[in-house]
């Protein structure tokens, strides 16, 4: 008698699933060679907010949508009611302390005092965007390091991060958290501030409960397995959350799951293992450009694919597994582990979707909603959203 | 009785190399998230051939600036004249197809003829250029590629820019050549058109003897030996130009010989051993970005850097090392060819270039030469010069 | 109306896949660390037949078996004719000159002519080999390098390798060929002579018609796009052979399809495009290692995952996809490939099984079969073959 | 007034240096593919001491011989005095629990509590020999891990491994210590149980003071920048101990320095700008194989490199770096960086190595010596030391 979950026993699983998405990704993005341009792109958050909406409204998986500061300051106010008149709420909170020309050689690790402080104070007028907007999380990815050996004193570095951080911590209110996300290279291409997980692990532990780490899937060196990482962040209880997307070669901010579906399985199933599924402390969300595909479709796409690979991952076999894996049978551990994997549960989630009221096919249904026909046609002159650089 | 060669046994040998120079390496550059603008950047081709004609003047190592095509559009005639009588050359042409909307997908491998034609059209302007110019070089480095699995045809793209490869060939005038450059990733992230030394090989072989491999040292996976396929590339008849740089992860572009000199001694290794160095058939290029340093003093410690571990890597006593590598003495073999790389260099070169009328410490002398202030001083208003993204 | 192949549509196709096994998958392996012995291991090149010749039996898949020379070494009469006997046949002979004390230093680019001719000789007496069992493909990799600068004349070897290889070639006789495998590393660290596609396919293009490359899929560097690589040799007319297998990090030898199934599946969508599946002249080999998992087991989950990923990718609905390329539509393109990838062939493979008289699932009929009780009853005493590292 | 120090003023610090042999390094050692046996191999563990004492009595550098159990097991008393005898002593003792069948599957982190068991046991033995040899550290190399995705339960694992690691823990005699070695892959090829720095970290952390982190320079992934490494570990007082060697791929295991004396030059300046340099609770440690060069020259070499790039960085004008580091002016912290590191010591070495009573040139004393020559003559018959595998 198979002990292996079907369809229905996993169903409240992933009915609960949330992914956040990020405002910047349906602004224009590329290389530094060059971006594309494309008609209907927002040209203010509110704009953003609607096109996130609306993948929302198609898969039901995305109520959430992160913010980037300064590209979406603008009456905090007014955004949150617009977003909640569009069915979605405004939530992670990301600060920006790499596109002044004082951040040249740092921010909250540079060596002169006046600019630590300056980018100290842009996070606590984060935490005052996050105040109005009811949002939990502060996220700080740190554009900081250096491009030549000895052009910077690695070690005073990580020392004056973790003042600024600390600064930064102070000012957290009741109920806000701080997340702090690692990165390999780029912008800076020697050393990085915090390169990898274990500095944001200590980096946050020092700081107190309310510090975490946020994984981005696409920054780590060649070969790293991710799901370890993930592992062993929800065993420390330091996971904060997630920055989803996928990558062949540098932090290439594909589409999740695009390039490697099945490390993906792999990354959601260590979720699953370590309790983090819907836990409500760990945020789901996307990080990703979509440089020359269609945002919105993307970002469906991205959302999809994160609900079909927790499907599959559910759907594991998790007694038979892990017997198995005591028994030493190799084969038939990866066998059962496959199994889940190669199990298209496509059809039965479009069913489920149609139950649900949303759409079999959501991208399908995009298409042929006429929305991306009308931001072309409504959103012409001003400024399209992009990153700035 | 040693047959190591002295200082005074290489002089000749170093005395002769050119470095070329690329104009764009004197405007401003940085990543997708930021670029940094500084005092004094150029504003149009004839400020960038100032600077890179300061350049050799104080190194005697620079007759040669390679232009980008349409960065450096202007009136050639008068640019020709402006170099001369600054002292030195136009060099290679570079052309440029990727920051017109129209190449989002492929400019010389597109699957529409029409953009095809556009792409070729403007590399026999590259070569009109040439005419202009005298250059010799029509430098082609493709930004094609995909970032899905299954957005493009690989296969078909191939064909066509063997189609596309070949009608620009058949422009070239007497004594022109083109030199094809590979590059593993960026900026597309699945595939790219020419990823590798073995495309760009069997694309211009198919072509004829005026077309060559251009070898930028930053455009290989990691942990490729670059010094392999410089051999391959000489043995092959093939290699035609080096874009210089150095790396440490992807792409960085930073000073050649910065991230890593002992690898930029083994290339020029490589390059004495196949006959290239000062062979006229190779163009000795540096192809980098000074984000954080300055732009100027960037490319004097390059073309310095070069020319270093160039008379290094002619110390080598190359008859005992011959005779320890056929011995399978492995431990003297590579203490003779480190005993080369360790030997402090800089004091003879220092000697030599005050007995040649340059500066012994050619960056202190650009410090003192007060030309960074006057640049910064003059060149106010208009637009600094940049890579247009 | 789709487009989109059905099951049956593809039948004819994958039911002519045929793919070699190696008889060494069999012996014992490990690392450097360790090789765990297994009851049952094949103590010579017969029992090793018999275990390949049960994993055809079962699958239908696998009707040749590569042999290792001097591991297999025996009366090749008698195995032909033993293999014969249990509906199999013997194939590729792949060579060895790196298990020889003179081979320290080199085998066909050794400095010392004694050395380089002892390895020719070596090689001809693999065609030896090739007469007796009617075998078509001499299989050549080059385990020679040096493991620091210095130590090695690369450019020498090169042209020495020319030389021996030419002597190679000359040998073979009517309707044999010779395949040259590159690797990117091991067991020289520092330089290999053979290490990409660039550098095999100049050899072998330089010899003829029947010199051609093989593609290890686990040779290459991080992050190396392989399905380009398989499609530039089939474009080129110069891929001889494939070594299937995965890897995460270096030459792991893990079970092809295990580490990154969407690989496996895109590479073999490029074979399809290029006109290589079932075509007679490339030969689909297996080249793992099963360390810790059951050999046999290990070798029918491999050509399984091989024949899986086969009608994946021959379900690609490749009018759509054009159609979508030709677009730019960047989405439909991947959702058609994605479509092909997800679609969950097992149930079909399994019913197919059955109509052609194999099992539904093989790996079970191999358990249920009681061989592996049998073999490990039956094999004892004597010495368990391996690589005789 | 220059700040830069002389050599004179650097004298004493370089003077204190000591570099832990291992004792395996004089043993023979390979691949996979093949180990390479020579004449004068060391046959047990006394003769490995007396070829690391050859290495300390010409270079004074290295009075310290690691253990690697159960290769080294022997009468402890007897080689303490053998040791001495030689003017060396026995150091770190290296724990081995990977090569007897019963840890196929893991030894600490195994699901079967009598493997664990077992594994800690061999752990409580080394502690045993460290009392006998008045060694102060143990060092775990944990070479656990799985080879397919599903295999193992990576969750579990971690569990199991903070279990076992108590409980050796506990055993630590005063003064004694554990160090915890982390490694990217090999011989596992899908997970390794201690894969990175972070996980070593929070590992030992949660033991106590007497647990360390040992970092090998050859266990990271490609790009990794591990002087950033030595410089978190050292500021959270958590480095215990180097294992040194140098890789261009994978772990290669070749001389340190060797593949790239830049970063070695640079691990080093972060030794010294931790304080760690000549700290009584560091071990700088080789591990290394020579699999292709003369063991005790390549030892020899080994130490010289460390000694080398350890005088070059004390040069460093630490001063004036800090100031150009303040300033922002990257080309001239980089050229002050550069300069200590271009500076040729070695002549200033020989000298001082004289003055010691130290040849000036300890490979050609060794050449000069004989005692190669010796050991080929006398160690005839026997089984040559190996790693067993």
Partial sequence: MSTRPTFADITDQFAAQEIELPSWAFGNSGTRFKVFGTPGTPRDPFE???????VHEL??????????????????DELTAHAAGLGVRLGTVNSNTFQDD???FGALTHEDE???TKAIDAHLECIDVMDRTGSRDLKIWLAEGSNYPGQADMRGRQDRLHDSLSKIYDRLGEGQRMVLEYKFFEPSFYHTDVPDWGT?????AALGDKALVCLDTGHHAPGTNIEFIVMQLLRLGKLGSFDFNSRFYADDDLMVGAADPFQLFRII???????GLNSPDIAFMLDQCHNVENKIEGQIRSVLNVQEMTARALLIDTEALTKAQRAGDVITANDIFMDAFYTDVRGDLAEWRVSRGLPADPIRAFRESGYQEQIAADRVGGTQAGWGA
């Fill in 48 to 54: 953003k907010i609607a096109d996130a909406a609306k």
């Fill in 59 to 76: 898969t039901g998986l995305a109520p959430q949508v992160a913010l980037h500061i300064p590209w979406d300051l603008c009456d905090f």
């Fill in 102 to 104: 004082d951040y040249k």
């Fill in 114 to 116: 006046r600019i630590r």
């Fill in 200 to 204: 944001s692990y200590t980096q946050v």
């Fill in 269 to 275: 199933h260590e979720v699953i293992r370590g309790g």
